[in-house]
C-alpha cells in the first residue's frame, strides 16, 4: 500500500517544493507534478509531489491520520493489537 501525505507549499528552489507537513519541513521533488506554486496543497509520496490538491481535501485527510494515529496510541497503551 503507499501513501500520499498532503502538505503546503512553502517555497520552490530549481525543481524542488519544500513543503510543510504538519509543520515540518520536507523537500519533495517536482519531477511528477505538474505547475505547482507556493501555497498551493500538494499530494507528498516518496520524495514528491504528485499532484494539486484543494486545501479542504489536504485539511480532511490530515484529520482523518492523526485521528488513525490517535486510535493506534490508545490502542498500543491499553495494551490490545
Known amino acids: 500500500?503507499?501513501?500520499g501525505v498532503p502538505g503546503k507549499v512553502?517555497?520552490?528552489?530549481?525543481?524542488?517544493?519544500?513543503?510543510s507537513i504538519?509543520?515540518?519541513m520536507y523537500n519533495a521533488?517536482?519531477?511528477l507534478a505538474d505547475?505547482?506554486?507556493?501555497?498551493q496543497y500538494v499530494l507528498v509520496h516518496a520524495g514528491f509531489v504528485l499532484e494539486v490538491i484543494d486545501r479542504e481535501e489536504a485539511e480532511e485527510t490530515l484529520n482523518t491520520l492523526r485521528e488513525y494515529?490517535?486510535?493506534?496510541t490508545e490502542l498500543e497503551i491499553g495494551g490490545e493489537r
Request: aromatic content about 4%; charged content about 15%.
Open 69 to 72: 494515529t490517535n486510535l493506534y
Open 10 to 19: 512553502v517555497s520552490i528552489e530549481n525543481d524542488i517544493a519544500k513543503v
Open 22 to 24: 504538519g509543520g515540518v
Open 35 to 39: 505547475t505547482v506554486e507556493p501555497g
Open 1 to 3: 500500500m503507499c501513501l
Open 29 to 31: 521533488a517536482l519531477a
